[in-house]
């Protein structure tokens, strides 16, 4: 079954530095999304993408972070310059299209920020 | 504004049947998801309802009333391995989750 990867499982970073967290989606799928789940939080939309833009963003999703589709595989979320509130399981996830699985989403990578 | 109420935790015993309530409040509405979720683990999905009425599949079954804002997840002969929490989740253009419920299983 397709899957959507994530990359890597666990970082710990400073306070204060840029990270990439890297996601491969499913080939065929058009559409992808970044969650992020706070420990013992709920699950949180971050963005949505879709035809190589940002179709929809939370209040979250401020100038801290960016996404981008380098080029056809991945699919990658930036965050500049960490803060402690940052640590959070990010899930990366995505659809065909407004189909009625949901969406497919990775296995999460784990930020730590110290 | 989005609004989606389950409760924050529920036991039930081995073999037995639970009921997950959900209600939301949401600016629009293309659906209703119910997701598990393990510990440290992703959100896998386990049911869609858009229209109102029961979906059944295999010992899990959903209920959706969009003129009450209402569903409801049903877990029958309730294993082991089915302690984790359930999400309900809302898609207007995106899926919404609630705050998910835990279910601790009893044996």
């Known amino acids: 079954e397709p899957e959507v990867t994530q990359t890597p499982s666990h970082q710990v970073t400073q306070m204060g530095q840029e990270v990439i967290l890297r996601c491969v989606p499913i080939s065929n799928h058009l559409y992808f999304y970044w969650y992020r789940q706070i420990l013992g939080q709920k699950v949180e939309f971050l963005v949505s993408?879709?035809?190589?833009?940002?179709?929809?963003k939370s209040e979250i999703f401020d100038d801290q972070f960016s996404v981008e589709r380098p080029d056809g595989s991945n699919f990658t979320l930036k965050i500049r310059s960490t803060k402690l509130e940052d640590s959070a399981m990010y899930f990366c996830?995505?659809?065909?299209?407004?189909?009625?699985?949901?969406?497919?989403f990775g296995s999460g990578t784990r930020l730590t920020v110290v | 504004g989005q609004n989606i109420d389950q409760p924050t935790e529920m036991t039930a015993t081995e073999g037995a049947i639970v009921q997950i309530n959900c209600t939301y409040q949401?600016?629009?509405?293309?659906?209703l998801f119910w997701y598990q979720q393990h510990a440290g683990e992703a959100p896998t999905f386990l049911s869609y309802n858009v229209l109102d009425g029961l979906e059944e599949k295999g010992r899990f079954s959903s209920f959706l009333s969009r003129s009450k804002g209402y569903s409801y997840l049903l877990l029958k002969e309730l294993q082991m391995k089915d302690s984790a929490s359930y999400l309900c989740?809302?898609?207007?253009?995106?899926?919404?989750f609630g705050k998910g419920t835990r279910l601790h299983i009893l044996p």
């Open positions: 989740a809302v898609r207007d253009d995106k899926i919404i």
């Open positions: 949401t600016s629009g509405f293309n659906g």
């Open positions: 993408f879709y035809n190589n833009e940002i179709s929809e």
């Open positions: 996830a995505s659809s065909f299209g407004q189909n009625p699985y949901g969406y497919t």
